[in-house]
């Protein structure tokens, strides 16, 4: 009887140690369980919070491309538009100090070759007047180039901004020094001595030279700021 009692008790507490140790067991595997659905839900956290800044990077990021395309489009746009105008208005300027101001020339020497004084006298005023409206219509067209001018300043640099402004100046010299030789074509001292028109020619020449050296240079600032874009 007492050994069966002994192996009741023996059994018992077995019993109790392996149900003691199951309950840590099985404590210690739903603390893990428990920590492994945090690390989950963290995880998860971690993820769609990286998802969300990647998409947000992506999208600034784009917007931005698109910013850029839109600046260099419309600096593109505004700069070709302004060379345009530009070319236009020198072309102008060969067209009326080449092909226009020919046949003026050739009506105000004819009458001057004549010797009747008075014939002389209002082939000079006329010839003043030709000049004058050939000067006035190459105001007109400066006055286009100028206009496209404060267009482009409101997006310029300073570096633009600087040339634009050497630019003017040696386009209002050049076009300046240009009539004054044209007018002194019709005075006393021109038709006395032919060879006083050298400086007006050497004058009207270097700031020529003034207006492509500005023209060029604006261009090739214009291109860096384009590729800068």
């Not at 060379?83 to 236009?88: A, I, K, M, Q, V």
């Not at 208005?89 to 046949?103: A, D, L, T, Y």
């Not at 006083?196 to 860096?224: R, S, W």
């Amino acid at each position: 009887m007492d050994v069966l009692f002994n192996i009741f008790w023996f059994a018992l507490g077995a019993l109790s140690i392996y149900l003691t140790a199951y309950l840590k067991v099985k404590g210690k595997n739903r603390a893990l369980i428990e920590d492994n659905r945090q690390l989950e839900e963290d995880k998860q956290k971690i993820v769609a919070k990286y998802r969300a800044e990647t998409e947000k990077i992506k999208k600034q990021h784009s917007l931005d491309i698109e910013k850029r395309k839109y600046q260099y489009e419309d600096k593109r746009l505004q700069f070709s538009k302004y060379f345009s105008l530009l070319d236009e208005f020198h072309g102008k300027c060969n067209s009326i100090f080449v092909e226009r101001f020919q046949p003026i020339m050739t009506e105000f020497l004819t009458a001057c070759l004549q010797d009747d004084e008075t014939v002389k006298n209002k082939a000079i005023v006329k010839y003043n007047q030709d000049v004058q409206s050939l000067v006035f219509e190459l105001n007109e067209e400066h006055l286009k180039v100028k206009t496209e001018q404060n267009s482009i300043r409101l997006i310029a640099s300073k570096e633009v901004d600087t040339l634009l402004d050497k630019l003017e100046i040696a386009v209002k010299n050049a076009t300046d020094a240009s009539t004054e030789m044209l007018r002194f074509m019709s005075t006393q001292e021109f038709w006395a001595d032919q060879t006083l028109i050298t400086p007006y020619q050497e004058k009207a020449t270097i700031f020529g030279q003034d207006v492509q050296k500005c023209h060029n240079a604006l261009k090739e600032q214009m291109k860096l700021e384009l590729n800068e874009i």
